[in-house]
């Protein structure tokens, strides 16, 4: 398991698991976390951000918001194989099937991802409720999320289109992440969260130049590159600061994580033919969204050889909800976008008690036309609340 | 790809003919006996203006060297305008997957008449020719990425 | 549920929704009071036609949650029209909402989408006598995301408006605010010849096949088939797109490059001699890639080879490109 229930503190609160390091210290962190294991990290790609490997400190793109790509793609790729299959044909009849499973590309773990938000470090949990479940367990999402270990970077300045508080985390939030590094002025703290964490850190300590563990710091030595002393009690003071002022930022005010109540009976609400009618149907929400996880299922096939795909895939398009007779459950972009928010606000979070939701914002980011999430949120808040006021 | 028995690359060619003028022009050079390279797969189309640029981008995709719509001789169409209308698809068709960057001669376009076997044999000529020194067909090619192994990347 | 649109109290509390201005543009205090005068006849002609139940809906542009975003609203009352705004950030083309569209409507257009409004009128994907059409004179839209890279320390038009030749619909119930300035030189709505509006693409043409065939590689290779493009263009209307068919299956399922790049090919060639270059594909790509590259190629094509240029006034009725001829079309390329 790795889900929160596997959270293993090595520390609780205070200085143990928790390490200090310069901020030039940070290109050999990150060189040293790259000579021992395969790397994920943001970097830029015409414009744009996603997690790639990466083979130097100089290929990272130290974010500052969200990747433009979510964490998700590493665990749930847009597409992979799921078996291979060829067809044996001999005088023109058709033999036997040989089917050949795939390997979730195991051979490319350990993997370590350096510089996700916690946000997305949090999607993880969200999709491990799907794919490694009581109820079903996918061998390739599970392959890959045993053999990933996620570094996290607090977000010391939250964007405009955070919300990450009002969906049950925040910039500073641990959930997900084996190792968390927060900027907390002048420094950074790196905080170990899991056993799998302090393993990461394991041999880079006394290695890396200006890192070191908290417990050491008593007396206050000055790091290479820092002039003044830093006491373990002033830098845990300065990380509650940098948490306040960053949370304070983006204050939890967007109804997600208890508007499922109010959801139950708003199905048939009119309130939709309104909320949906600028969505223009497409699935830059979806596609970027790190917790948005429908997909499909197709044979690409050339003579008689072929493979199994499993592909990204949104209820945004009337293609994901179309029978073959013809007829279509949800026919129209106003069942559909229903559909979206529903199952992030509602059915989630009867199947699995929690909201499909991190307030990452990149579908506030992305949409061509500006459908907030967090206004549709508030819209449908108050629409429950005058229908009740009415009732 | 297409070995021949010496085990060099042979191009695979897709030619879709018009049923009222080109293919018949096929069947005259056949019947007239006339030598031309055994690099074409024909496919029967009733019209020039039937094959959809698609068909065409398919057959790339599907690993084709090269491909070539033939129809007939402007005035000439047996739905009147067929061929008209085709001729600006294909010309702005060519000139598009010319510019990102797929070779000039890859696809190909005549008019030939049901009379015209020696026109047929000679354009085929050409293009086998062309589509030879171009060799193999590489982009868009998509079978040959499915050949390549299974498996995501990541 | 008036407030289903704004959402004033909440959004505030999250992130300003201050007004985002040309002030550091040469023209722009002269746009910004332009602009206003805009916005102020959009509403009263919309309150009108709303309140003399000649449009039954009103397309046009709200406030967005952010301070570069602007968002489209659908206003069915008469009072509701104060929500209706109208300045550089109204990037949208409305006209993607109206195929299909029930009732009467009205509707805001700048120049390119009233191309878009000639198109769909020509193809019949709309009915001109369900329409009220509301013209503005465009001084060209603000690119959003070119002034984010840039740090917003700059107004970046966007570059369909850099090479815009006609910034006003060539059919129109309305022009709001009437006119709006003269046209800059170079600028948005400029026909002179004074600049070349395909320069772009010439340059890019002139490069190596070779280097052409990586760049496309490089950009679609990012493409993650959202297929925000093609629905944020007011030009895809088809009800099954060829890259959703099933038999025959054109776009593999496995997003291998060659389906990617087969579906921008397949998509470009439909647009031949539609597209009005509003940009839309490209603001809306995630990915930023810029589908301009193609479309701009098939516009300057159509031109060139068959002098069709697409909802300009002078041919805003004519038939699609591929539904005619002429028996002087370019030959040369046909063995
Ligand atoms: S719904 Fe939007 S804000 Fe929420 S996790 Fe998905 S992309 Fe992020
Ligand atoms: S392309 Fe022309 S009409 Fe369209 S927004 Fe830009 S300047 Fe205005
Ligand atoms: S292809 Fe792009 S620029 Fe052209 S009409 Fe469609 S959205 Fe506008
Ligand atoms: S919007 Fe961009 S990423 Fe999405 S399908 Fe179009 S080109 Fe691809
Ligand atoms: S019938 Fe031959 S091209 Fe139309």
């Known amino acids: 398991?790795?889900?929160?229930?596997?959270?293993?503190?090595?520390?609780?609160?205070?200085?143990?698991?928790?390490?200090?390091?310069?901020?030039?210290?940070?290109?050999?962190?990150?060189?040293?976390?790259?000579?021992?294991?395969?790397?994920?990290?943001?970097?830029?790609?015409?414009?744009?951000?996603?997690?790639?490997?990466?083979?130097?400190?100089?290929?990272?793109?130290?974010?500052?918001t969200v990747t433009s790509r979510p964490l998700k793609e590493l665990f749930l790729p847009p597409s992979e194989t799921l078996l291979e299959f060829e067809v044996e044909t001999s005088g023109g009849m058709v033999g036997e099937v040989k089917v050949e499973p795939a390997e979730p590309g195991v051979g490319d773990m350990p993997r370590v991802v350096f510089g996700a938000r916690p946000c997305d470090a949090r999607s993880l949990l969200l999709l491990d409720k799907v794919f490694d479940s009581t109820d079903y367990k996918d061998g390739h999402y599970i392959a890959r999320r045993r053999g990933t270990a996620i570094i996290s970077v607090a977000c010391s300045e939250p964007a405009e289109i955070c919300f990450c508080t009002s969906t049950g985390g925040g910039p500073f939030d641990e959930a997900g992440s084996d190792v968390i590094l927060?900027?907390?002025?002048?420094?950074?703290?790196?905080?170990?969260?899991?056993?799998?964490?302090?393993?990461?850190?394991?041999?880079?300590?006394?290695?890396?130049?200006?890192?070191?563990?908290?417990?050491?710091?008593a007396e206050g030595d000055a790091l290479p590159g820092q002039l003044l002393p830093l006491l373990p009690e002033q830098l845990l003071a300065a990380e509650r600061n940098a948490k306040e002022r960053a949370e304070a930022v983006i204050p939890a005010l967007v109804p997600a994580r208890g508007i499922h109540e109010k959801l139950k009976g708003m199905f048939e609400h009119e309130c939709w033919g309104e909320l949906y009618r600028k969505c223009l149907g497409c699935a830059a929400c979806a596609y970027l969204c790190p917790t948005c996880h429908c997909f499909d299922i197709a044979d690409e096939a050339v003579d008689?050889?072929?493979?199994?795909?499993?592909?990204?895939?949104?209820?945004?398009?009337?293609?994901?909800?179309?029978?073959?007779?013809?007829?279509?459950?949800r026919p129209g972009r106003k069942e559909r976008f229903r559909q979206r928010v529903m199952h992030k606000f509602s059915y989630f979070m009867e199947n699995n008690g929690d909201i499909a939701c991190v307030g990452c914002g990149r579908c506030i980011e992305n949409c061509p036309v500006n459908m907030d999430i967090r206004s549709v949120l508030a819209s449908l808040d108050a629409v429950s609340a005058a229908s009740a006021g009415t009732v | 790809m297409k070995m021949n028995q010496e085990g060099e690359w042979e191009p695979k060619i897709v030619a879709f003919l018009c049923n009222w003028c080109s293919y018949a022009g096929a069947d005259l050079a056949g019947t007239s006996r006339i030598q031309y390279p055994p690099n074409v797969r024909v496919i029967r189309v009733p019209c020039s203006g039937r094959v959809d640029p698609l068909l065409i981008l398919k057959c790339l995709q599907r690993g084709a060297d090269g491909v070539l719509v033939s129809g007939c001789h402007p005035g000439d169409c047996h739905y009147i305008a067929g061929n008209?209308?085709?001729?600006?698809?294909?010309?702005?068709?060519?000139?598009?997957?010319?510019?990102?960057?797929?070779?000039?001669?890859?696809?190909?376009?005549?008019?030939?008449s049901a009379a015209e076997g020696e026109k047929f044999a000679d354009v085929i000529k050409t293009v086998t020719r062309r589509v030879r020194e171009l060799g193999p067909a590489r982009k868009l090619v998509k079978v040959r990425e499915m050949q390549g192994g299974a498996g995501a990347s990541l | 549920m008036s407030d289903l649109l704004g959402v004033s109290g909440i959004m505030s509390g999250i992130g300003g929704m201050n007004n985002w201005k040309r002030d550091s543009d040469v023209n722009g205090a002269a746009a910004n009071e332009a602009a206003d005068r805009v916005a102020q006849d959009i509403r009263r002609i919309a309150r009108k036609l709303l309140s003399d139940g000649e449009v039954d809906v009103f397309i046009g542009y709200g406030q967005g949650t952010l301070p570069s975003r602007v968002t489209p609203v659908f206003i069915t009352r008469p009072?509701?029209?104060?929500?209706?705004?109208?300045?550089?950030?109204?990037?949208?083309?409305?006209?993607?909402?109206?195929?299909?569209?029930?009732?009467?409507?009205?509707?805001?257009?700048?120049?390119?989408?009233g191309r878009a409004l000639a198109r769909l009128l020509a193809e019949k994907q709309v009915e001109r006598d369900r329409l009220k059409i509301v013209a503005v004179e465009c001084a060209g839209v603000i690119d959003r995301k070119s002034v984010k890279r840039d740090g917003g320390n700059r107004v970046h038009l966007h570059p369909s408006c850099q090479v815009c030749e006609e910034r006003t619909a060539p059919v129109y119930d309305?022009?709001?605010g009437g006119a709006t300035g003269p046209v800059v030189p170079g600028g948005p709505g400029d026909k002179s010849g004074s600049r070349d509006p395909f320069g772009e693409i010439r340059e890019f043409e002139a490069r190596a096949s070779e280097e052409r065939w990586n760049y496309f590689s490089q950009e679609f290779d990012r493409c993650i088939l959202c297929y925000a493009c093609r629905q944020a263009c007011p030009l895809c209307y088809c009800p099954e797109c060829f890259a959703d068919r099933a038999t025959p299956k054109w776009i593999g399922k496995d997003r291998a490059l060659s389906d990617k790049m087969v579906f921008h090919l397949g998509r470009a060639i439909h647009l031949a001699g539609r597209c009005i270059d509003c940009g839309a594909c490209v603001r809306a790509c995630p990915m930023g890639i810029d589908l301009r590259k193609l479309t701009r190629k098939m516009e300057k094509d159509a031109r060139e080879l068959f002098g069709y240029e697409a909802g300009k006034a002078a041919a805003a009725g004519a038939l699609p490109l591929f539904a005619s001829f002429t028996r002087e079309d370019p030959d040369d390329f046909i063995l």
């Open chain 1, 1 to 64: 398991m790795h889900g929160t229930a596997g959270l293993d503190r090595t520390g609780g609160p205070g200085v143990a698991g928790v390490s200090v390091m310069s901020k030039e210290g940070l290109a050999g962190f990150l060189n040293g976390l790259i000579a021992r294991f395969r790397v994920f990290a943001p970097v830029q790609e015409a414009g744009t951000t996603r997690f790639a490997p990466v083979s130097s400190a100089g290929e990272v793109m130290m974010p500052t």
């Open chain 1, 304 to 329: 008689n050889k072929g493979r199994r795909v499993r592909c990204w895939d949104a209820c945004m398009f009337p293609m994901f909800t179309l029978h073959a007779s013809g007829h279509n459950p």
């Open chain 1, 182 to 217: 927060e900027d907390v002025g002048d420094v950074y703290l790196i905080k170990v969260i899991t056993e799998r964490g302090a393993g990461l850190l394991a041999g880079l300590e006394g290695v890396v130049p200006g890192f070191r563990r908290l417990s050491e710091q």
């Open chain 2, 84 to 112: 008209y209308l085709a001729r600006r698809k294909f010309a702005m068709l060519k000139r598009l997957i010319e510019y990102l960057g797929v070779e000039e001669g890859r696809v190909q376009f005549s008019w030939v």
């Open chain 3, 79 to 113: 009072e509701d029209a104060d929500a209706l705004i109208w300045d550089a950030r109204c990037e949208n083309d409305l006209v993607v909402y109206l195929p299909g569209i029930e009732g009467k409507a009205g509707v805001v257009v700048k120049g390119c989408d």
């Open chain 3, 174 to 176: 309305f022009l709001a």
